[in-house]
């Protein structure tokens, strides 16, 4: 079948670009939330994973989100950082799928960003970014 659009498939980078901006400006706010005011509720939260100690394993997350929030949206080892979430939000997803009131967030959230994380992983940092192939 034939594109109705074939012009605009002349932009077709913007689409990784795009979804970058929108997971880094995600996974950036949940890496504040977590050091900030959600810190209490991540710290219960690995308390009933059995995750100890959890004051460290809060910290790590939490630089995790911010330092790959940060990678994402100036688009340097793109796919790095989106494999690192894709391994973060299916951990994510499958926790709140089975333990559904351990985590805040509902399992459309953690699907989406899942999603997300693989476009990533797959296609690459897209327009405006450190990672463009040469």
Same mark, same amino acid.
């Given at each position: 079948?034939?594109?109705p659009? &074939?012009?605009?498939? *002349?932009?077709s *980078?913007?689409a990784? @670009?795009i979804l970058?901006? /929108?997971?880094?400006f995600?996974? #950036? !706010?949940? $890496? @504040?939330l +977590? @050091?900030g005011?959600e810190? =209490? ?5 690995? %308390?009933a994973?059995?995750? +100890? &100690? /959890?004051?460290?394993w809060?910290? /790590?997350?939490? #630089?995790v !989100?911010?330092v790959?929030?940060?990678?994402? #949206?100036?688009?340097?080892y793109?796919?790095?950082?989106a494999?690192?979430f894709v391994?973060?939000?299916?951990? %994510?997803f499958?926790? %709140?799928?089975?333990e $559904? &009131?351990i985590?805040?967030?509902?399992? *459309?959230?953690?699907? #989406?960003?899942?999603?997300i ?5 797959l296609s690459?940092a897209?327009?405006y970014? @450190? !990672?463009i192939? =040469?």
């Amino acid at each position: 079948m034939l594109n109705p659009f &074939p012009s605009l498939l *002349t932009y077709s *980078t913007l689409a990784p @670009f795009i979804l970058r901006l /929108v997971l880094a400006f995600i996974v #950036l !706010d949940l $890496g @504040f939330l +977590k @050091f900030g005011k959600e810190k =209490l509720r991540w710290l219960a939260s690995f %308390e009933a994973l059995h995750l +100890k &100690p /959890v004051d460290i394993w809060l910290k /790590v997350l939490a #630089l995790v !989100d911010v330092v790959g929030g940060i990678m994402l #949206l100036v688009g340097w080892y793109t796919q790095i950082a989106a494999l690192a979430f894709v391994i973060l939000f299916g951990a %994510e997803f499958y926790v %709140e799928w089975k333990e $559904g &009131p351990i985590l805040r967030r509902d399992l *459309t959230f953690y699907f #989406l960003v899942l999603a997300i994380s693989i476009s990533l992983l797959l296609s690459g940092a897209g327009a405006y970014a @450190f !990672d463009i192939p =040469l």
